[in-house]
C-alpha cells in the first residue's frame, strides 16, 4: 500500500448537476479536501463562483448542467473531464441528481472515478420521497404519515378526508428542476389553499402530502455518515438544527452537534437493512407527541452542512469517503459534541423568519463550543467575496417571485371559492 502522503495525490471531484452557484456545501468540499493535501477539482457555472475561487480549488471544470439533460449526455461529459484529469479522481456528489447519475453509470464512469458502487436503483428510491416512505415503513422506521398524490382529482379526495395543515413537497427531488409543484417544503393549511396550489401546479404536478407535525411539539436533527462497502457506518454524527430557511422548512441556517445514541443507532440499523453505502445527510424530526425520531429525508450524498460534524481526529465524512476510496484506514473516534455552523447568507433571514414559530430545540446546548462559518473563512477569503454579489442578485429575485407566488395563490383561492 502506499503512504499516506502519496495517497493524498490522488485528486477528487466535486460534482453538482443543476444551476445553483450560491453553494456553501461544495466551498466547504474544496476546503476540506484541500486542507488535506488533496487536489480538488470543481465543477462550475464560471470561473468566479465561490468554489472555484477557492485558494484550495486545484482547477475548475466549466459545467452548465441544469438537470434537463439526457444522462447520456453527463455521463459523456463527466468521462471527458475525468481524461483531463489524468487520473482516477474520487468523485463527490452534492446533490441527489448527481448521486442518482452515477450509481445508475457507475460502469461507464468508474474508469475515470473513484466512488462507492450502490445498488443502480437504491440512490433513486431513497431521494424519493415517496419511495423513502415505502423504504421506512418496509424496515419500520418511524416517518411521517405520507400520501402520493399526481391529479387535481387524487387532491380534491385528500382534502375531503385529510387534517389541516399538511405538508407538501415535490415527489421527486429532481422533479424541483423540470416541474416543481411546490418551490420547497410547504406548510399547507387549508383545503382551499391545496386545492389552489394543485392548480397553479398544473396536470402534471406530483405531491408528498405528510402529516405535519407541530414546531412547539417538534425537534429537528441531522445525521450525517458515511458508510463502507458493507454498509457499516465509518463515521457517524448527530446534531441539532437551530434555524432552517424558510423557517422551519428549509435548508439549515445553523446547527449544532449533540450527541443522540438512539438516532445514531436507528440511522445505522437503517443504512444497513437496505445497503447503503458511501455519504449520506438525513433529515429526523423528533415528534415529542409520540416520543418518536421520524425521518423526513435521506439525502443519498454530501449535505450541505456536513462542516458542523468531525471526529476528534479531525475526520468529517467527506475525508472518510477519500480514505476509504484511496485504501486507507478510517479511524474511529468521538464526534466533536458543541460545535456549530452558521451559513451566513440565510442565517440572519432564519433569525428574523423563525421568531415566534414555536420551535425551540431543548436538546441545544446554551452555548457553543466553536463556530465553523461555511463561507467566512480566514484562510481562504475569496469565497466569500464572491458569495457577496450573488445572494444580493438572488435576494431580490427571491423576494419578487415569492410576492408574485403570494398574489397568484390569493387569486386562485379567491377563484376557488367563488
Not at 437496505?274 to 423528533?286: C, E, K, T, W
Request: with cysteine; net charge neutral; proline share 6%.
Amino acid at each position: 500500500m502506499k503512504t499516506t502522503d502519496q495517497q493524498r495525490h490522488v485528486p477528487a471531484l466535486i460534482l453538482k448537476v443543476g444551476h445553483y452557484p450560491l453553494h456553501s456545501g461544495g466551498v466547504g468540499a474544496v476546503r476540506t479536501l484541500g486542507r488535506y493535501g488533496v487536489p480538488v477539482y470543481v465543477t462550475s457555472e464560471d470561473r468566479f463562483t465561490p468554489a472555484a475561487v477557492s485558494r484550495y480549488a486545484a482547477g475548475h471544470f466549466r459545467w452548465r448542467a441544469t438537470g434537463h439533460e439526457d444522462p447520456a449526455d453527463l455521463v459523456d461529459g463527466l468521462t471527458s473531464i475525468g481524461r483531463q484529469i489524468g487520473q482516477p479522481s474520487v468523485l463527490v456528489p452534492v446533490d441527489d441528481e448527481a448521486a442518482v447519475l452515477i450509481a445508475e453509470h457507475a460502469d461507464d464512469l468508474s474508469g475515470h472515478f473513484l466512488f462507492p458502487r450502490i445498488r443502480p436503483g437504491l440512490s433513486r428510491q431513497l431521494a424519493s420521497k415517496h419511495e423513502l416512505f415505502s423504504l421506512c415503513r418496509q424496515h419500520g422506521v418511524p416517518a411521517p404519515e405520507s400520501v402520493y398524490v399526481s391529479s387535481a382529482e387524487a387532491v380534491a379526495a385528500f382534502t375531503e378526508t385529510a387534517t389541516f395543515p399538511v405538508v407538501a413537497k415535490n415527489a421527486e427531488p429532481w422533479v424541483r428542476r423540470r416541474a416543481p409543484a411546490v418551490d420547497g417544503t410547504t406548510v399547507v393549511r387549508s383545503a382551499a389553499e391545496l386545492t389552489a396550489l394543485a392548480a397553479a401546479a398544473g396536470d402534471s404536478a406530483t405531491f408528498i402530502l405528510q402529516d405535519y407535525i407541530p414546531h412547539e411539539q417538534a425537534e429537528d436533527w441531522i445525521v450525517h455518515l458515511y458508510c463502507d462497502s458493507g454498509s457499516n457506518c465509518l463515521v457517524l454524527f448527530t446534531g441539532v438544527k437551530l434555524r432552517s430557511w424558510p423557517p422551519n422548512t428549509g435548508a439549515t441556517a445553523s446547527g449544532i452537534a449533540v450527541p443522540n445514541p438512539a438516532l445514531a443507532d436507528l440511522a445505522g440499523r437503517f443504512c444497513k437493512a437496505v445497503g447503503f453505502r458511501g455519504v449520506a445527510d438525513l433529515d429526523v424530526r423528533y415528534d415529542r407527541r409520540d416520543g418518536q425520531y421520524k425521518l423526513v429525508d435521506f439525502n443519498p450524498r454530501m449535505g450541505n452542512q456536513f462542516r458542523l460534524f468531525q471526529t476528534v481526529a479531525g475526520i468529517d465524512v467527506l475525508r472518510a469517503l477519500y480514505l476509504d476510496m484511496t485504501g486507507q484506514h478510517v479511524h474511529p473516534g468521538d464526534q466533536v459534541n458543541g460545535r456549530r455552523i452558521v451559513v451566513e447568507h440565510i442565517d440572519l433571514f432564519a433569525r428574523i423568519g423563525q421568531r415566534g414559530s414555536g420551535y425551540a430545540p431543548s436538546s441545544a446546548p446554551d452555548r457553543a463550543s466553536s463556530t465553523e462559518f461555511a463561507w467566512l473563512a480566514a484562510d481562504d477569503p475569496l469565497p466569500f467575496v464572491a458569495m457577496l454579489p450573488r445572494f444580493a442578485r438572488l435576494a431580490l429575485s427571491d423576494i419578487t417571485r415569492r410576492q408574485r407566488g403570494v398574489w397568484r395563490r390569493k387569486t386562485s383561492e379567491e377563484r376557488s371559492t367563488q
